[in-house]
């Protein structure tokens, strides 16, 4: 403690009960987490001070941004040094002739490319919590979002950064112009989840804005014609800017907020977004009317201005706000499956839900089989959790079982370490956990996520099921 | 996860677990990063083991060479952003690690890589990656093997991401500033200066690519053959030597001798080293070769 204070402002260092209950959580369902003394560093020296402090002193650290994270990444295990870079927030650099720009991991995405307004680039990755994640946490957890279908996640848009090793020492991983020397170290880094080191600056690439954009709302009367079309779409060699899909659940809660026009007795619609230049977007949008006609599409709407292309897109961006009416909490799960197994795994997973009980809402990115089943339910309620966790264990049994992955842009954390033994051998894990050591030979840096060997975290559960004695 | 293709078996076997190891491509770039040094060759599987269109995904063993995957592709429409010398295999163009010459339009060539069967230096088999075009599972070990001239495992058989072939495709130049050719065109998948000269390949649409070919006549810029490249490549430091061509955006010189190795903190050495010792305690892969040294 007093080591930190010496590092850095005494009022940048706190121990407080009400701090740290504040930061014993993110925004997944998991609770209890028990965080140690909070450090505000404004500085990769700061930083450093901290890593070397906690490490002299035997204990771990555990890096966190907004805190929007949704597997538990940041929840502190065993009372660690907490190291928040929300006031690491500047936008040091933009350098539109070379299309990167560099900044603080403390950025607000949005407030990248909202800096960028008006010069005709912007930061391509958009995950949902765009307006309150950092992009640390992005690069920490290779964030996507809808555009990351013709755009590729975070790792394709992080040329290099600086990190803080997990022994204090800071090194620039990657280079501005791209392709690596040597080991691609900086791509290694990208989406660790806080257990490789730091982010302290990070320089991304910017993408130009398209010249011509169209968005497409369709709507089908069964969740499997709307899936076929999908499939139809990509298989056609074509790579939407986004292809989004929301089933009737998530219409009906959504409509009555945003007045998009949304059919509610639709069983599934599709945001379908095109960009590029006008002739191929024109050719694209009349491809895709026929195939959606072809695979029983009731209708095909193409945005006629900026307004109608918003509310479009609003609806779906509030989706998460909008399931509040019909209870207090929720799970958002997430894994990938093969785009071509979507309407048979999306039926599953409504089955499953009904076995247990629950509500379930489906809004995801179908372009790229990214499933987000969303369960609905009210954490008052006796015995409910272990319903939730029984569904959401069985989604992943079912995806993976599909040909797919624990995680298409959450991460692992806490979550679904478990898990991990589903999809990977013990010699896969072995493997993984040689790429960790050599960046954190003494793990120390957010030692219980990702993995499911090495340290536990027991006194972490989920929401409504705290064990005894826990005090958040 | 699992490796039940005989072939996968079959070349695990051939790893082994003991004595020093390298595989053999096309060796058209076999220098690069030092020699093989004498230790023992052995080769990847060959041939595409699957092709799924609709998941825009391909599985191919390593030793498959670059033209028979595209030929295979272009049946269907397809390609992968990857490209090499003629010869060039698979395994090899992900061991060099070198992004397309189309990188602008194509993406580096660490996005290509979604899963890889390899072989450790202990001579146990095991996937990084997986199956589907989104994945953040886990570390992100296939980017880590991109580029690592077969130093931190050998790799046998793999799934790239394909992407649609371009409907239309031409290349123009003409003595021109690559800034005003930039300005006035959208997504270019090459742009190259060679001092002078600035050549550009234009992708999309025909009707988009016509009205940019207009433009760019309008600026001096007429039809062209494809540049030829020299074999070696440099990182640019503001000055081009004799007879370099610049790929704008991407740093890269392509010029007759490799220049001598990159400038790397010792940080960034401290950290490679531990990696490479982490994943090949003996040091058996491919011993003679040094990612930071890319002498050819």
Redesign the interface.
């Known amino acids: 403690m007093s080591d930190l204070v010496a590092a850095l402002d005494p009022e940048r260092v706190q121990v407080g009960d009400v701090a740290r209950r504040l930061y014993s959580r993110d925004a997944s369902v998991l609770r209890g987490g028990r965080a140690g003394v909070i450090c505000f560093p404004v500085t990769t020296a700061e930083v450093s001070a901290c890593v070397v402090a906690a490490v002299a002193h035997g204990r771990d650290f555990v890096v966190r941004g907004a805190g929007t994270g949704l597997a538990g990444g940041a929840v502190p295990c065993d009372e660690p040094v907490m190291i928040v870079l929300t006031r690491m927030d500047r936008i040091l650099e933009v350098d539109e002739?070379?299309?990167l720009a560099w900044v603080e991991p403390g950025v607000v995405n949005l407030d990248l490319s909202r800096h960028l307004g008006g010069t005709g680039l912007h930061f391509a990755p958009d995950p949902s919590s765009q307006q309150s994640c950092t992009i640390g946490g992005n690069v920490a957890?290779?964030s996507?979002g809808p555009h990351?279908l013709l755009y590729?996640?975070t790792?394709?848009h992080v040329l290099a950064v600086e990190v803080v090793?997990p022994d204090g020492?800071?090194?620039?991983?990657g280079?501005?112009?791209?392709?690596?020397?040597?080991?691609?170290?900086r791509?290694?880094f990208?989406?660790?989840e806080g257990t490789l080191g730091i982010a302290t600056r990070i320089c991304v690439r910017l993408t130009?804005d398209?010249?011509e954009v169209a968005t497409l709302l369709l709507d089908f009367m069964s969740v499997g014609a709307a899936a076929e079309t999908v499939?139809?779409i990509?298989?056609a060699?074509?790579?939407p800017a986004a292809l989004e899909m929301m089933d009737q659940r998530v219409v009906e809660a959504v409509e009555p907020f945003v007045n998009a026009g949304y059919p509610t007795d639709a069983a599934a619609v599709l945001i379908v977004e095109l960009d590029?230049?006008?002739?191929?977007v024109a050719?694209e949008i009349m491809r895709i009317g026929e195939l959606a006609s072809t695979h029983g599409a009731r209708s095909v709407r193409v945005a006629a201005d900026e307004g109608e292309r918003e509310r479009i897109w609003k609806g779906r961006k509030s989706a998460f706000g909008a399931i509040a009416v019909i209870k207090p909490d929720y799970y958002l799960n997430d894994t990938?499956?093969?785009?071509?197994k979507l309407a048979e795994v999306v039926e599953r997973i409504y089955e499953i839900v009904e076995e247990q009980d629950l509500i379930v809402m489906n809004v995801f990115?179908a372009g790229?089989?990214?499933l987000h089943p969303l369960l609905l339910f009210d954490a008052r309620e006796e015995g409910v959790m272990e319903r939730v966790l029984a569904a959401g264990e069985e989604i992943v049994r079912v995806s993976v079982a599909a040909?797919?992955?624990?995680?298409?842009?959450?991460?692992?954390g806490l979550e679904?370490k478990r898990f991990?033994s589903l999809?990977?051998?013990p010699?896969?894990?072995?493997?993984?956990s040689?790429?960790?050591?050599?960046?954190d030979?003494d793990g120390r840096a957010n030692p219980a996520k990702?993995?499911p060997s090495g340290a536990s975290c027991g006194h972490v559960t989920s929401l409504g099921r705290l064990p005894e004695g826990t005090w958040v | 996860?699992?490796v039940g293709d005989g072939r996968m078996e079959a070349f695990r076997s051939e790893v082994g677990d003991s004595g020093a190891v390298c595989v053999r491509g096309g060796a058209t770039r076999w220098g690069v990063g030092g020699g093989s040094a004498g230790a023992r060759e052995v080769s990847a599987p060959v041939g595409i083991m699957a092709l799924?269109?609709?998941?825009?995904t391909v599985m191919v063993g390593a030793g498959t060479t670059l033209t028979e995957l595209a030929g295979e592709l272009a049946v269907h429409?397809?390609e992968v952003g990857m490209d090499g010398p003629q010869g060039s295999t698979v395994g090899g163009a992900l061991a060099v690690?070198?992004?397309a010459l189309r990188?602008r339009r194509v993406?580096?060539?660490?996005?290509v890589l979604l899963q890889a069967d390899c072989v450790?230096a202990d001579g146990?088999?095991?996937?990084?990656g997986?199956?589907?075009?989104?994945?953040?599972?886990?570390?992100?070990?296939c980017?880590?093997l991109?580029?690592?001239l077969g130093t931190?495992?050998l790799v046998g058989r793999v799934i790239l991401r394909t992407?649609?072939?371009p409907v239309c495709s031409v290349w123009l130049a003409g003595e021109v500033e690559p800034?005003l050719v930039l300005e006035a065109t959208?997504?270019p998948a090459s742009v190259l200066w060679d001092g002078a000269r600035t050549s550009v390949l234009l992708e999309?649409?025909?009707?988009?690519v016509d009205?940019m070919v207009e433009t760019l006549a309008r600026l001096g810029l007429a039809a062209a053959e494809p540049p030829v490249l020299a074999p070696g490549r440099g990182?640019?430091s503001g000055l081009l030597p004799d007879g370099g061509v610049l790929e704008v955006?991407?740093?890269?010189v392509h010029q007759p001798d490799d220049s001598g190795p990159?400038i790397?903190?010792e940080?960034?050495l401290n950290?490679?080293a531990?990696?490479r010792?982490?994943?090949d305690p003996s040091g058996r892969l491919n011993p003679g070769r040094d990612?930071?040294s890319?002498a050819a």
């Open positions: 002739s070379r299309r957890n290779n996507g990351c590729g996640v790792s394709a090793l020492e800071v090194v620039v991983l280079n501005e112009e791209g392709d690596s020397v040597g080991y691609d170290l791509g290694a990208v989406g660790g130009e398209p010249p499939s139809a990509i298989a060699g074509m790579i590029g230049q006008p002739a191929g050719d990938v499956i093969p785009r071509t990115h790229d089989g990214n040909g797919g992955v624990l995680s298409g842009e959450h991460g692992i679904k991990m999809q990977f051998s010699a896969d894990l072995e493997v993984q040689r790429l960790r050591a050599a960046f030979p990702v993995l | 996860m699992t799924e269109p609709a998941e825009m429409g397809l690690g070198r992004s990188r993406g580096q060539i660490a996005d450790g146990v088999a095991f996937t990084a997986g199956p589907t075009v989104k994945n953040v599972t886990g570390y992100d070990l980017r880590l991109v580029g690592s931190l495992a992407r649609p072939v800034d959208y997504r999309g649409h025909g009707a988009d009205q990182r640019w955006g991407a740093g890269v990159p790397v903190s940080g960034v950290l490679a531990r990696m010792a982490s994943f990612p930071y890319r």
